[in-house]
Every structure is written in C-alpha cells, then in structure tokens.
C-alpha cells in the first residue's frame, strides 16, 4: 500500500545551521508516529516542513503519491523546487496542525473560532461551518461551551478548541507539535484524551510530544530524532523500553519518572 506521506533526503537550513540533516519517512494511512527527542534535536522543524509553516532547503515530500511543489532547472543544470502560496493553502487544509499555543481569536466564541476556516478557506455555507464546528467540538467533549469566549477557558479547554479547529478542515493528516507543554499537569490528561479518541477514529497523526507512557499507549512507530537525524525508529516497546543505541538511553534516563512497562 501507497504510503499517504513520504519524506524523501529532508534538509532544512536556517543561515548557516543546519536542523534537519536527511529525514526519510513513509508515513501509512492511520497511523500514529510520535517524534522523541531534546530540545533542538530537529522535531518541531520536521512537523513544520510537513505544513510548509517552513520551506524545505533539500528533499521532497509527497502527499497521495504527488511531489509538492513545482521542479523548475535553473542554471549548470540544477533543480529548484518553488512552493506557490495557492499549492500551501492546499496543503495546509488536508495536513492539519495543532500547535502548543492555542491561538484562538480572542473576540470570537469558541464556535466561531471552530467555523473560522471552514467558512473562509473553505467557502462553505455559515450554516454548514456551524454545524461542522459544533461537531467536532462535541467530539472533543466541548458541545456545551460553543457559545464560550477563549478568556473563559483553561488551558486543557482551550487546547481541544483548536483541535476542533484543525479537525473542522477534515484533514488527512494531523500533527501535534507539543500540544501539551504549556499546560498545568492537571490538564494534561483532557488533551491526551481527545488525541486518543482520533487514534481510535483512524486519523493520521505526527505527534511531538515529551509524554512518553501516552507515547507508548498510543503510537504505533515511535522515532528518536537527534541532531537533525532519525537516529533510531521502531514500535514503542522497542524505543522506549528496548532502545539499541547509546543516545537513545540516555535521553530515556532522564524521563524514568514516566510509567513504561518494565523490560
């Protein structure tokens, strides 16, 4: 089976440093990958080059088996790849992404962020927006604060509000670049809980995240990534209870706080 995303030989420079060094990856329809690793290892960079929020310096990604974006040869025979703003809103709509800041519209109710894109991007009817928005708020558990302002949230609330916004696109794909870090503890779990409901929906999900016993109970390929590297790959039981490499380790040590079955 045709994978519905694949990354082939990914660079991207800022300047002159170098994030990512040469990602491969096929990501399957359905499946959950979540992306380990220290700060600065690559994965938030990763997610964003996926979205197009950043351009790619080298490599290609296809989405549905189409290379992205447009091949033109400039001179000595080099290849140059252009990304044309109509093609990343395209894109954006069927690879959704949920960020760790919420991002709400502060003025509007919590509907009206969810029926925002739909309405705008989408161009569908206010009242077709709204009842999709009051659908996927209901499938985060939220059907009862529509008529909310943001200001009137928490944290964990405001956070399932913009995954419903993601959701109310109907993407392919969804990624989750750390969508938990900026929340007390308390919250944590509400969040966690929704992204374990799509799991059981079957999206398609990339999830950044440090909260490795919700990576072990959700993903089906869990990825190490460091210094702009996939440096090792496999099931969750073989990273984050079995890892091979030395690195791996000892990125593991310093989360022993976290609940993983034991070896």
Known sequence: MEPI??????????????????????????????????????????????????????????????????EKTAGHGQVKI?????????????????????????????????????KTVLKISREAAEKKALQYLEKVGLSDKADTYPAKLSGGQQQRVAIARALAMEPDIMLFDEVTSALDPELVGEVLRAMQ??????????????ELGFAYAVADRVLFLHKGEIFEQGSPKEILVNPQKRRTKEFLAGHDQFRIPSR
């Open 82 to 118: 252009s990304y044309p703003e109509p093609l990343l809103c395209r894109v954006r709509t069927k690879i959704g992404m949920v960020f760790q800041h919420f991002n709400l519209f502060p003025h509007m109710k919590v509907v009206q962020n969810v029926m925002e894109g739909p």
């Open 5 to 70: 995303l694949k990354i082939v030989n990914l660079h991207k420079s800022f300047g002159d440093l170098e994030v990512l060094k040469g990602i491969d990856l096929a990501v399957h329809k359905s499946e959950t990958i979540v992306l380990i690793g220290a700060s600065g290892s690559g994965k938030s960079t990763m997610l964003r080059c996926i979205n197009f929020m950043e351009l790619p310096t080298e490599g290609r990604i296809y989405f549905k088996n189409e290379p992205l974006g447009i």
């Open 197 to 210: 409901e799509l799991r059981k929906d079957g999206m398609t999900m990339l999830i950044v995240t440090h």
